[in-house]
């Protein structure tokens, strides 16, 4: 409980209409994406960068943890104010500060949502590829902090990959620089890519300077229905074995389609049981050559069906049931588990062969879905909590998920870190002198531990 003297400091830093402690207001700020709730003590919301210095400065002077937050759409509670605190919300943060056509370079605040940034550098002409499925409401702070993913990743790499430069605060209260507008740049270690992923630890990103490409002439979107998982998942080695990497290689399994099914009408024939949503982009002659190349590599490996988009709005019919998926399965269940293991890509079909056997041996419903062409598997443990003994038994399947990702030379999270939800589990992938080396490099920056603390490493 923070005294009121401190909430009065809070308040000359940032206003007092910054500043919620009514219990109402606190609640809006204690979830996100996973079943966690955790109430904070204050939420502030700092309106620059100085305010976040000086509410960080405050926070060491006074021993109170702060929770940097953007839109809370995490999938691993690494925003939840876990035994409470003050969670600081990024999103007055909100402008695209410049889009420089000349340098393919844009500068923004961490507030800014996803998606208005691509609309507005596809207005100019120009392209920001991170594609995560929350892009109408994530904000890119949250985005950088997770070093998010989506579809578009195959092709084009993950959110990090197009961070050029960072403002950030430090834990202590210090306003930084990281990397910056040139794509050369070797004087002293990169703090950029150390900041990309450390899920709100190491400091509260407040700009960003991201790396842009000119806009692809033209995109073409297949919808591929195959008769087994093995086929879908072979047609992914056989489409990038011969050599084309197509913008996105989107994989549904059949218990996914079934319950998409009971939101929209997917078409999908008797024997389809597996879907892989395809998609190209370049020059126009380019695409059509790469989709007929891709229906020809594809046939012989069981495909049942092919739909093509002839324009714009058939790919977004398409699109449409991939988008599906994520509130399609909370329908059904809304206590799932959404994990998200990486595999080399041709291991693919041995990991979701293991991961059946997880199924049957925990008597568990377990969906899959995701991007293979990046061997990004989203494995949804489908339980019902109510059920006594089945959140244990979610539990236990998952280590073992995570263990068959890991014998495979995988990992056990390709996009949503780790936070609190995956904690009990690092262990299994991280060996005690990682640990110890990025705790190290935690307490050289935060040495009174107050950002975000309790993520990432188990107490
Ligand atoms: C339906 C749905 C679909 C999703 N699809 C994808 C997907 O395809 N790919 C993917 O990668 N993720 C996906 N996610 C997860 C989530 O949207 C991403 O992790 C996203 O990047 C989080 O952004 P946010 O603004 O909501 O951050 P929050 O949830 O608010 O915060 C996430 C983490 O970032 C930290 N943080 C936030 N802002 C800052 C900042 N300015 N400075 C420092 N730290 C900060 C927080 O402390 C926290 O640890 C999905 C989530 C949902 C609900």
Known sequence: MLDKRIIEELKNIVGDDQVATDRQDLICYGYDATQMEFLPDAVVHPGSPEEVSAVLKLANA???????????????GGSLPKGGGVVLVVTRLDKILRIDTENLIAEVEPGVVTEQFQIAVEKLGLFYPPDPASLKFSTLGGNVAENAGGPRCVKYGVTRDFVMGLEVVLPTGEIIRTGGETYKGVVGYDMTRLMCGSEGTLGVITKIIFKLLPLPEAKKTMLTIFDSIDGAAKAVSTIIGNKIIPTTLEFMDYGTLQCVEKRFTLGIPANGRAVLLIEVDGDRELIERQAAQIQELIAPLGLVECKVAKDAAE?????????????????????????????????????IRTIEKIKQKYDIPIVNFGHAGDGNIHVNIMIDKSVAGMEEKAHAAIAEVFQAALDLNGTMSGEHGVGLAKQPFIHLELKPAQVAAMKAIKHALDPNNILNPGKMFPL
């Open 62 to 76: 006074e021993n109170f943890p702060v929770f940097p937050r953007g839109a809370g759409s995490g999938f691993t």
């Open 315 to 351: 790919s977004e019919a398409l699109w449409k049931v991939r988008r599906l998926v994520s509130p399609s399965l909370r329908d059904v269940n809304p206590d799932k588990f959404n994990e998200d293991i990486v595999v080399p890509r041709s291991k693919v079909p041995e990991v």
